[in-house]
């Protein structure tokens, strides 16, 4: 009996914990689809497709807004004075630093293209607002400059800038 | 400190805690243990919420017989059931929109664009009938053992309530997908109540929201679609508690009367629960993955209609019986009473019967009653999926007599007239006989009983011909589409059908993606640029026109119903997105049940090759309306679409014949992908899931050899016997 006894633990615990593991794996394998589910479905994805911008009717100084993947694109057609602000702030003085020439495509210094969300809570902010000619966020007061950079309030970081490209220098291809 | 805390009884309810009166083997009563909270933290939480001293005494120590078979795992695969049911449910309804115009339309588009949505459809879908399934053998169990006798009647009456529940819950589910059958099932069901006298019209307007079967009627069934399974839950808990207060019947409807005659719940009935539920799990996995339209019917696939009622309407399986019922009696109101009698009669069982003795294993006569009223149910079940005509209508008549006359004749004349065979005065003194046989013949009836289901769509009259059966590489467990043919299919749709017919529910880039024609990206491009798609309204406020993207959806040929049929001569061509799966033909017996074994589900796209092929001369006398022309296999034989192919119509680049067979081959293959496009993931994921079952199976089967074999080395040493020569 005694060599029973100290068999049978040994392969009735891999037993067990065999049985327990392969439990464990199917419930985990279940998770899978309950929760890719909730993921972005096929024609959402197919939806958020890259989109062509035609920049020509665009006058300067003028901010349109279009949507990409149903984000608030602000397209900015700087003016000088604009692009001056921009470029002459010393980096020092921005909660987030970074330089103009790193938030426009190189030889487009008047096209700014940013994601019109507020890097605070996520609501739009408003163009043309605010202490720095830029966008004013009506929620919580964060103020941006003609950079789409946080100057003021409680946004943390700049406004993104959407992938994008210049397919020709009149249209942009966001995406 | 309060002196309670130290009080010894805390931690249990006052509630009667453990069923049967238990012994232990001194005479002195017996009481399983109960939960001791092991440190001061637990003891704390417990004295304030005892839930894991209920959850220990109700799920761990509570003694069930040891005697119990298999029939009583039953129970637990309801419970898996529900909770699948509720957990599938839940994330439909994160994808489902339940109105009108877009119910039928978003179950497709969880069907193909959902991450695994056509998993989670076919899982609820398939999931019902194994509900229903799990719960006639628990009914039937109950009747063969007599598990509604004293002092378990409230315990049967809750379970009738939950059966009338489900009942419910699965009707207004099949109703959601909004396809013709669920059209005209709400139509039948609901038109029941118009029987009811004086109140009758009323009632039913007033469960329409309207004239007819309509939007309001879908939100509102909807509504009570999600709440329904929840009160099933509530009263599944009713169910269980009552339960647990008498305590399980067994196969003896002897009570256990010493310690011995019992086993802790856990893990003596967890893991054989567990082992069952993994062998029901094959079962469930097999429809989901193999068959998932087995069950279903085709016209579900036809987006609801409320000019046109499908020609031979059934509804799902787990109805069968009680349709049958409700068309044997000729008279509209007693049809609908006899259909509710037949359920209501249920709760009065346990005084229907006047035997004392509660297993049909010690009444000889009550055994063979038994079977004879589960083959009527069956049979009624066959007869309900078939025409109300002729003999049919005669045997159901005959079948729901003796149905009521079970209840109301049979079983209270026998508990007067039957005389048991000798019920052993305890567990220990029963001897584990018999049973096995029992088993194998219920399974047998209950694979018939579930196989036996309706069949299937397309208005084909006795004597019709059968579509021929095609040779398809998508066939089988382990079918796969062929690439080059699905290619070929989508230019013959391409360049014949896509003329009359629209293919509304696929976007371009579907023609891309794995498991399809596998399209290059540039040529999905391309082939959307062909297309005109509306978009709009640009900056002037004008829709424009502009060439398809990959994200865009086919365009239609027309731009309404109306337009369509203007053009086809009054025939609308039906859109084609799932038309693989809407045609049928009725298969017969025993091709069915074979089909279900192979499996073999591409019915749809064999006729649609007959039909392609299928013109022939209208025969000497028939007349043929005008604009129609005759076709062997459409039912009724009068089609409104001239033959769409003829040889060397379509241009094929890679060398297959150009011929109308090879055509009618290709597009039913490509039609077939069109409305099944996940077919491939669901059979390669199907054979991943159905190893791992095995594989589970099988270990909680050793496991469940492991723990039970406590239980029984004591009565093998007991005759002499060393337990390690037992089986393992």
């Known amino acids: 009996m005694t060599t029973i006894s100290a068999a049978e633990p040994t392969r009735r615990d891999f037993l067990f914990v065999a049985t327990g593991a392969a439990t464990a794996v199917g419930a985990a394998a279940t998770l899978v689809p309950l929760i890719a589910q909730m993921n972005p479905d096929a024609s959402t994805i197919a939806a958020g497709a890259p989109i062509e911008v035609d920049l020509t009717p665009i006058a300067e100084g003028q901010i349109i807004k279009v949507f990409w993947r149903s984000k608030p694109i602000y397209i900015s057609h700087r003016s000088k004075k604009e692009i001056e602000e921009a470029q002459s702030v010393p980096l020092g003085d921005l909660p987030d630093p970074q330089p103009d020439q790193a938030r426009v495509k190189p030889g487009h210094d008047q096209w700014l293209v940013v994601i019109g969300i507020c890097t605070h809570l996520g609501c739009i902010p408003l163009a043309h607002q605010g202490d720095y000619d830029g966008w004013f966020c009506p929620c919580h007061g964060s103020q941006y400059d003609t950079s789409g950079r946080i100057r003021r309030g409680p946004a943390p970081a700049n406004l993104p800038l959407p992938p994008y490209a210049f397919l020709s220098d009149g249209k942009i291809q966001i995406g | 400190m309060s002196g309670s ?28 243990p109960t939960y001791k909270p092991p440190n001061a933290i637990l003891r704390w939480f417990e004295d304030r919420l005892p839930i894991m001293g209920l959850s220990y005494t109700a799920g761990v120590s509570y003694p069930t017989p040891r005697n119990l078979n298999y029939w009583w795992t039953f129970g637990g695969i309801l419970t898996f059931m529900l909770v699948v049911q509720i957990v599938t449910g839940v994330v439909l309804v994160m994808h489902y929109i339940p109105e009108a115009g877009m119910a039928f339309n978003s179950v497709e588009h969880i069907m193909r664009d959902v991450n695994y949505g056509w998993l989670l459809r076919y899982l609820h879908s398939n999931g019902a009938s194994m509900f229903f399934l799990a719960g006639y053998i628990h009914m039937f169990r109950g009747m063969y053992y007599g598990s509604y006798k004293a002092p378990r009647e409230v315990l049967w ?25 669920s059209y005209w099932a709400a139509t039948v069901i609901t038109n029941l109540f118009s029987a ?8 039913v307007t007033w469960l329409w929201g309207g004239y007819s079967v309509g939007g309001p009627t879908l939100t509102r069934f909807f509504s009570l679609h999600y709440l329904l399974p929840f009160a099933i839950a509530a009263v599944v808990v009713l169910h269980i508690w009552a339960l647990h207060v008498v305590g399980q019947n067994n196969p003896t409807g002897v009570d256990p009367q010493t310690e011995k005659d019992t086993v802790a719940f856990t893990p003596y009935a967890t893991i054989k629960d567990g082992f069952f539920i993994g062998l029901f799990a094959i079962l469930y996995a097999w429809f989901v993955f193999y068959i998932p339209n087995f069950l279903g019917h085709a016209d579900n696939y ?41 359920i209501v009669i249920l709760a009065f069982l346990p005084w229907l019967d006047t035997s004392r003795v509660k297993s049909a294993r010690y009444r000889p006569l009550y055994r063979q009653f038994f079977w004879l009223f589960v083959v009527t149910c069956v049979l009624l079940g066959w007869l309900g999926s078939k025409p109300p005509e002729g003999g049919y209508v005669i045997m159901s008549r005959l079948l729901t007599a003796w149905y009521f006359i079970h209840f109301i004749i049979v079983l209270p004349l026998l508990g007067l007239i039957e005389q048991p065979k000798p019920v052993p005065r305890s567990l220990s003194e029963a001897a584990l006989k018999g049973g096995k046989a029992a088993f194998l013949i219920a399974l047998a009836f209950g694979t ?9 769509v397309a208005a084909q009259q006795q004597g019709e011909v059968q579509p021929p059966r095609n040779t398809w590489s998508f066939a089988g467990p382990f ?26 529910l696929l976007s371009f880039r579907n023609l891309g993606e794995e498991g399809g024609p596998e399209f290059s990206a540039a040529e999905v491009t391309a082939i959307a640029a062909e297309y005109k798609v509306k978009d709009g309204p640009n900056d002037q406020g004008d829709m424009f ?8 959806h086919f365009p239609p040929p027309f731009p309404n119903e109306q337009a369509a049929r203007f053009a086809n001569g009054g025939s609308l061509p039906p859109d084609m997105s799932v038309l693989a799966k809407a045609r049928q033909y009725e298969r017969g017996f025993p091709w069915f049940v074979i089909d279900a074994f192979i499996p073999y589900q591409e019915l749809g796209a064999d006729y649609m090759v007959a039909l392609l092929k299928g013109y022939a001369p209208t025969p000497a006398g028939m007349t043929m309306p005008s604009g ?64 791992f079952l095995v594989v589970l199976s099988g270990l909680l089967y050793f496991t469940k050899k492991k723990v039970w074999h406590d239980i029984e080395k004591p009565r093998e040493l007991a005759r002499g016997q060393d337990p390690k020569t037992t089986t393992m």
Request: overall charge neutral; glycine content about 8%; hydrophobic content about 40%.
């Open chain 2, 5 to 32: 805390s130290t009080d010894k009884t805390h931690g249990t309810s006052d509630l009667k805690a453990w069923p049967y009166n238990l012994k232990r083997e001194d005479g002195s009563p017996y009481e399983p």
């Open chain 2, 157 to 181: 009456i809750l379970g009738v309530i939950i059966y009338l529940l489900m009942m419910a819950t699965g009707f207004m589910g099949y109703v959601l997908p909004w396809g013709q059958m």
């Open chain 2, 302 to 342: 036809i987006q609801a209609n409320p000019a046109v009622t499908p020609p031979h309407i059934v509804p799902e399986w787990y109805y069968l019986p009680f349709y049958a019922i409700l068309r044997s009696i000729p008279n509209k109101l007693l049809g609908v009473i006899a259909l509710f009698a037949s």
């Open chain 2, 448 to 456: 018939a009983a579930l196989i036996g289901t309706p069949q299937r």
């Open chain 2, 628 to 691: 129609m022309q005759y076709n062997t296999y459409f039912p009724g034989h009068a089609i409104g679409m001239p033959p769409p192919l003829s040889d060397g119509v379509v241009t094929y680049t890679d060398g297959a014949p150009q011929t109308v067979d090879q055509y009618a081959k290709d597009v039913a293959a490509f039609l077939m992908w069109a409305a099944e496009p996940t077919l491939e993931a669901r059979k390669r994921i199907g054979f991943e899931v159905m190893i």
């Open chain 2, 545 to 552: 026109e502009r060439p398809g993207r990959p994200a865009d």
């Open chain 2, 479 to 504: 079918g796969k589409f062929d690439r080059g043919q699905l290619q070929r299919g989508f230019k013959v749709y391409h360049d014949v059908c896509q003329t009359c017919h629209s293919l509304a």
């Open chain 2, 196 to 203: 009811i006298p004086v109140v009758g019209d009323a009632i």
